[in-house]
């Protein structure tokens, strides 16, 4: 037998000994400490039990329900669960080139619909959010909370947009970081991509770590104006607007890194079928064993007797008198 929250005894069962004392003992002590209306209710006279056999029931009941508190437990060992579903990381864009408008409203917002609709798609896999553009950091830890993501990722707005350049390779090492104990190693990656040259390094750390990655590429490749945060559309040096076109080879480094990629677009078929791709993958993978004690617990019963005795004490509280 052993209890699980064995400082609740401690810190109880001195005032409870001080309590159990003082109404025993010394009433004109005690009357200093307590009203006299709760006195009179504890130490009544004319009772039909007498007060020494209720008060110790009263002290028997409290004493009962310290050690419920306590939890009584008998220990039974370790027991190892295994957990279902998959364990992957997402990462979205936001550099400066996101606030282009060539998708409903911009590619930001965009994309967090789709890591919504990502979120939903998976419900009992466990997932964490990193935003990223020239120094990438963490959003949200891995975790199975849906809801909790979507507040996460939903609170990233235009102040967080960065317009110096995407690194590819700071991502790249971070998500080899977070993925290190992961097994599969899984990143989705939300973005409007980059160029060979930009993810040149970034595919290399992937190869070297395992790590499978699939991509939902948002914009088109028409492409559209890249903005301020002011709204404006800004200029190249030779006074002509700048212009951000999707680039698809982050897309054809998925494919060749164990995963896939999708072209986003309006509905939800591009993350179905993107989810579909990652679920038949690894359908006999799951996230691990998770060790938990395995207990059988035992307050119910000092809390039962302990209701018991209180029930009996108050049953036994004098009649008032009829005048």
Do not use: C
């Amino acid at each position: 037998m052993s209890f699980v929250n064995p400082q609740f005894f401690w810190a109880m069962i001195v005032p409870f000994v001080l309590f159990a004392f003082l109404i025993s003992t010394n009433k004109e002590r005690l009357s200093r400490v307590f009203d006299e209306k709760v006195l009179k209710r504890l130490s009544a006279a004319d009772e039909s039990m007498p007060m020494v056999v209720r008060n110790i029931l009263m002290f028997i009941a409290l004493f009962l329900m310290i050690v419920a508190m306590a939890r009584p437990v008998i220990e039974k060992g370790d027991k190892k669960v295994e957990v279902q579903g998959l364990t992957l990381l997402t990462a979205f864009d936001i550099s400066g080139s996101m606030r282009s408008k060539d998708v409903y409203p911009n590619r930001l917002e965009f994309a967090k619909k789709k890591m919504e609709v990502l979120f939903d798609a998976m419900p009992a896999d466990e997932i964490g959010v990193v935003a990223f553009a020239y120094s990438p950091f963490v959003l949200a830890p891995f975790t199975t909370d849906k809801e909790t993501l979507k507040m996460m990722v939903a609170g990233v707005d235009d102040s967080y947009i960065s317009m110096g350049s995407t690194d590819f390779l700071a991502l790249g090492e971070q998500v080899a970081a977070l993925l290190e104990k992961k097994t599969p190693k899984i990143l989705v990656l939300f973005s409007d991509g980059g160029d060979e040259e930009a993810i040149s390094g970034f595919k290399d750390i992937l190869k070297e770590n395992n790590i499978d990655l699939y991509v939902v590429l948002i914009g088109t490749q028409k492409g559209a104006p890249v903005i301020d945060e002011n709204g404006n559309p800004l200029t190249t040096k030779e006074g002509t607007i700048a212009i951000t076109q999707r680039h698809d080879a982050l897309g054809e480094v998925a494919k060749r890194n164990g995963g896939d990629y999708v072209i986003a677009s309006t509905g939800k078929e591009d993350i179905t079928k993107l989810v579909a791709i990652i679920k038949n993958k690894y359908k006999n993978q799951q996230q691990g064993e998770v060790t938990v004690k395995e207990r059988v617990e035992y307050f119910y019963y000092p809390l039962g007797l302990a209701l018991l005795f209180l029930l009996i004490a108050f049953s036994s509280l004098p009649k008032r008198r009829e005048v």
